[in-house]
Each structure stands twice: as C-alpha cells, then as structure tokens.
C-alpha cells in the first residue's frame, strides 16, 4: 500500500508497507508487516526503515541520484559491487540496482526497494517492498503538436561546441556543452520535413516521462527555425554497445560482462513495462554506455503506450535482425516483443553480430518465422544458466517465453560482474577503432599521392 503526504519541510513522503521474512537454519520462515519510510528530495533520498517485531533498529542511508548503489542479491551465490555500511554489529545495508528507483517528481511506479540484512553466516533478513500496480491507462493523451512539447528559447545561445558524433535516418547527433551547467550533453538535431510529426511528438512525450538510473536523461527540446527538431539529452562518452562488437575481432565480452550488461538493459525494460508501455527497438544500438560503465536504454521513437483501449498491437515496426515473429507477422503482441529483442541481443553480444545478419532483411525475416534463432556457435563455451537464459527469452511460443519480472529473477544476472570491469573494454575497442581510422586514413593518403 503506498501512501503519500508532504513533510513539514514540504517534502514527499512516500510510506510503503511490505512483509518483511526472516529465515534461518532450520528453514523456518517468519512473516511480520514492516513499514519502510522514503523521503524524496530533490536528488537525494533519505531511508528510514523500522521494525520492532523481530529486532530493534533503525538505518539512515543518503543516496545520490547520480551514483548508483548497486547490488544484485547479497547471498552466497549472489555479488555484491555497492557500498556496504554497518548498522550495529552483525548488520550491513546492500541496495539493489535492479529494484532500487529514485524519482526526481513522484509518478509512474513509486520506488521498488529491496533491501537484505545479514545477521550471521546462517540467517538472512529479507526485505521486500515490492511496486504498487500501476493501472492500465483507459486511453492515450498526447500534446496536440510539438509545441505544446518543447521549450522556449534559442539553443544555438544555449549550447556551445558541437561536435558530430554520429549520423542516422533520423538526422546527426552532436556532443554540446550546456552554457549554464557547463555539463557535456548530447543534441539530436532532426529535420521535420524528412521525419512524421507525430511520430517526434511521440517520442519526445515518452522521454519526459522516464526517469529512470538505467534509461537516458531528458534534458530538453528546442523547434530551429520552422524545419528543424534539437532534442537534449544526457551524453554517454563510452558510445554505443555497437562501438563495442564492432571491434570483435579484438575486443570480446565475457560472460560476466554480458550478464552486467543484460541486467542494467533489463531494469530499464521492466522499468518501461511497468508503465504498460514497449520499446519496439532493442538492440546494441540502443544501449548506451559512459566511461564508468553505466549501461542506458535509448531511443524511444517506437515506444508506445498500451492502454485499456488498445492493449495490443499489431504494427510491424522495429529493425528486422531484432524483431519478435509476432511483430514480423502482424499478429498482435505485447510486451514479451521486447523480450525477444534482448534475447538477439544477447547473442549479438557472444557472436559479435545477431544472427542472420549476413543476409538481406527480408530472408531475415522469413527464417526468423520458419526457423526461429539459431543455437550458438559454440555452445560448450557458454554456461547453463546463459543457455537457458536465450531460451527463455527466444522462445517462439510467447506463453513460454519470459516476462520482464521473470526475466529479471534469472540466476543468469547474478554472474554479473562489477561496472568497473567494463571500462577496459570500452577503452580497448575505442582504441581500435582510433587505430584502423588511422590506419584507413593512411592508405587513403598513399593512394592519393
């Protein structure tokens, strides 16, 4: 049950009440109601969490919404990667990553914590307080037109040194510095006349409505002139995932890599779906890295909301080596489309490439009907539970492939490794890519001699 209320400071207070589970060695297993009190402040959020029926404590913990404390399970089998602090003897606060939101204003799903205690090597204090149901929207409202959508203002005064960084059907993307912050960000510059108005008005709507750790920041949006679209958003220095697998031949991900990286991209899907919405383009693309090793889901120019109206669709969309059989047949589809998408992705990771990318999209598509994914190349180099994880999410059959919350309780995740060991790789393969430019550019020298 969540209940709302402002403080005497005029700060949001969200009041959650959960169960709270105590297990030890004999396997029995107590349940007593615990109340978990969340104060929302600008970027910080300050936890206070009691109970008196089994112990007597009290925890405070200041989190930044910036830095995220991670933590996938804390268990014998799990990892932990976070920020471990002591309350008292015996205890110790691990935050997940993957349950753990904070939210600069109050809508969507209210925070989703899960937090566990370790008393001693054989007892374990659970705490679980799970998200409120968010109801299915009776219908869709989206602004009239763009300008109901973006901000006033000229940003070519408002953003300083742009650089390309990257180009698409779309139009180019830039790196800029904001004047006021001096924060780095990036600007997708778009030309209206070549992209359909609603599909922009579209896309600019759901972004202002994600905040997410794991999902790209909005920052603004700016009308140019009366043909141009400059959409703000936060900058990821570390590239692309693609940047990644394109250098495959030297640069490989482990499986512990991989884990990491499906994990923070599945937050943000269960995130999305939470809010009874779906991506529609998942792919290495998408998924957007700094140099910390911060994994982000972006581009949301297919993503649509599902509403008692229209619970499913049934638009091909998307882009073909990705795309679920439902959505390649026209049948109607929900979420578990999305599913599908970070199963490929998965094996774009292990191969360097999805499969079938070698043909042309159209052959794609019908083998993808006909035949489904293909089994791994090189199967004995990869483990059970990272096998079993592309079944659950490739399945032809939708009852049996995975939801985002089943998905996110695979065992799989729990081989994660720590973000700190993607920076090397993100650095090895963008010093590969600098040295076969270089390489490039030197021959095209010689040739033109």
Request: charged share 25%; hydrophobic share 40%.
């Amino acid at each position: 049950m969540l209940q709302q209320e402002k403080g005497d400071c005029g700060v949001t207070i969200l009041q959650l009440r959960a169960q709270l589970v105590l297990t030890d060695t004999s396997s029995t297993t107590r349940t007593c109601d615990f109340e978990a009190v969340v104060a929302v402040k600008n970027a910080e959020t300050l936890l206070v969490a009691k109970d008196s029926d089994v112990f007597d404590w009290e925890m405070i913990e200041i989190l930044d919404y910036q830095k995220k404390i991670g933590v996938a399970r804390s268990d014998a089998v799990g990892h932990v990667n976070s920020q471990m602090q002591k309350f008292g003897p015996g205890f110790c606060l691990a935050l997940a990553s993957t349950k753990f939101l904070v939210q600069e204003e109050i809508s969507g799903p209210p925070l989703n914590l899960e937090v566990i205690f370790t008393t001693s090597p054989n007892t374990e204090l659970e705490i679980k307080v799970l998200r409120d149901t968010v109801p299915l929207p009776k219908k869709q409202t989206t602004p009239q037109s763009l300008a109901d959508l973006t901000d006033d203002g000229d940003p070519t005064q408002l953003y300083i040194n742009l650089t390309p960084i990257g180009e698409g059907s779309f139009g180019s993307v830039y790196a800029a510095v904001d004047m006021n912050t001096l924060d780095q960000v990036a600007i997708k510059q778009m030309n209206l006349e070549e992209n359909y108005e609603e599909d922009l008005i579209g896309e600019i709507a759901m972004m202002k409505t994600l905040k997410h750790p794991n999902i790209v920041t909005y920052c603004a949006s700016y009308l140019v002139g009366e043909d141009q679209l400059w959409i703000v958003m936060e900058f990821m220095p570390g590239g692309s995932l693609t940047e990644i697998l394109d250098q495959f031949k030297h640069v490989q991900l482990t499986e512990p890599q991989c884990a990491y990286i499906l994990r923070e991209a599945m937050t943000a899907v269960d995130y999305i779906h939470s809010l009874h919405r779906l991506h529609r383009d998942i792919k290495s693309d998408n998924i957007l890295l700094d140099m910390e090793g911060n994994v982000k889901l972006a581009d949301f120019g297919y993503t649509v909301q599902l509403t008692q109206e229209r619970d499913m669709r049934d638009t091909t969309i998307g882009t073909p080596y990705w795309e679920a059989p439902e959505v390649i047949t026209g049948d109607k589809y929900g979420p578990k489309v999305d599913i599908w998408s970070i199963g490929v992705m998965a094996l774009e990771m292990a191969e360097g490439e999805p499969p079938y990318l070698d043909l042309p999209p159209l052959t794609a598509l019908r083998l993808i009907i006909v035949d489904g994914i293909p089994p791994l190349h090189e199967p004995d180099q990869w483990s059970a539970d990272f096998k079993d994880y592309l079944a659950s999410c490739l399945a032809i059959a939708t009852e049996l492939r995975f939801s985002s919350r089943e998905l996110m309780m695979h065992p799989f995740h729990d081989r994660a490794c720590d973000k700190s060991e993607l920076k090397g790789v993100i650095v090895a393969a963008k010093q590969h890519k600098a040295a076969a430019k270089a390489l490039l550019e030197a021959q095209q020298a010689e040739h033109d001699m």
